[in-house]
T-cell receptor, first 115, second 116 residues
Framework: AQTVTQSQPEMSVQEAETVTLSCTYD???????LFWYKQPPSRQMILVIR????KQQNATENRFSVNFQKAAKSFSLKISDSQLGDAAMYFC????????????WGAGTKLIIKP | AAGVIQSPRHLIKEKRETATLKCYPI?????VYWYQQGPGQDPQFLIS???????DKGSIPDRFSAQQFSDYHSELNMSSLELGDSALYFC???????????????FGPGTRLTVT
């Protein structure tokens, strides 16, 4: 079975600085997708970024980018120029491309932005 | 752009009562997922539907049932409610599940269920 691990329960960063959130996963599949979701205090679940396992190029969305290391099964999220609005819980999620399509979630990392 | 709609947004029920949560997916989306998120926890997958058929089942209690209707909206029926059912229930929708690329799941705002 696939698992997702986020080892940082909480991270803090100064506004305008860069922070990296860690995520590792375990799978025997070769076809899969990885996501980062953001959950602010409103508890709305917002998709931040997506990475296809077959793509070597790291995904980027404005200030958000990932470092996808397939062999190491690592999928970290880098947030550049952190803003107060980035404060939220960040969840890493795995989705199979071969079998079932439910999202498998990490435990989440609470990101605190210091003004 | 249209988003996933969930109703009600908040629901308070007593133990042993029943509750029905509704989810209206993004137009053209044919796949619906239900997740349960307890306080301070990550979401737990309950059940999903593709083209009105159940496509996957997770940790959904036998007291719960769900279905997807002809207009693709979905309802989660919860009976004999317990205190432990208090949680945020998310519905997510996506376009296509079988035979095509796995599109992203877009989440609704959730229904906050409180069982007293």
């Amino acid at each position: 079975a696939q698992t997702v691990t986020q080892s940082q329960p909480e991270m803090s960063v100064q506004e305008a600085e860069t922070v990296t959130l860690s995520c590792t996963y375990d799978t025997s599949e070769s076809d899969y997708y990885l996501f980062w979701y953001k959950q602010p205090p409103s508890r709305q679940m917002i998709l931040v970024i997506r990475q296809e396992a077959y793509k070597q190029q790291n995904a980027t969305e404005n200030r958000f980018s990932v470092n996808f290391q397939k062999a190491a099964k690592s999928f970290s999220l880098k947030i550049s120029d952190s803003q107060l609005g980035d404060a939220a819980m960040y969840f890493c999620a795995y989705r199979s491309g071969e079998t079932v399509y439910q999202l498998i979630w990490g435990a989440g990392t609470k990101l605190i932005i210091k003004p | 752009a249209a988003g996933v709609i969930q109703s009600p947004r908040h629901l308070i029920k007593e133990k042993r009562e029943t509750a029905t949560l509704k989810c209206y997916p993004i137009p053209r989306h044919d796949t619906v997922y239900w997740y349960q998120q307890g306080p301070g926890q990550d979401p737990q997958f309950l059940i999903s539907f593709y083209e009105k058929m159940q496509s996957d089942k997770g940790s959904i209690p036998d007291r719960f049932s769900a279905q997807q209707f002809s207009d693709y909206h979905s309802e989660l029926n919860m009976s004999s409610l317990e205190l432990g059912d208090s949680a945020l229930y998310f519905c997510a929708s996506s376009l296509g599940e079988v035979g095509g690329p796995p599109y992203e799941q877009y989440f609704g705002p959730g229904t906050r269920l409180t069982v007293t």
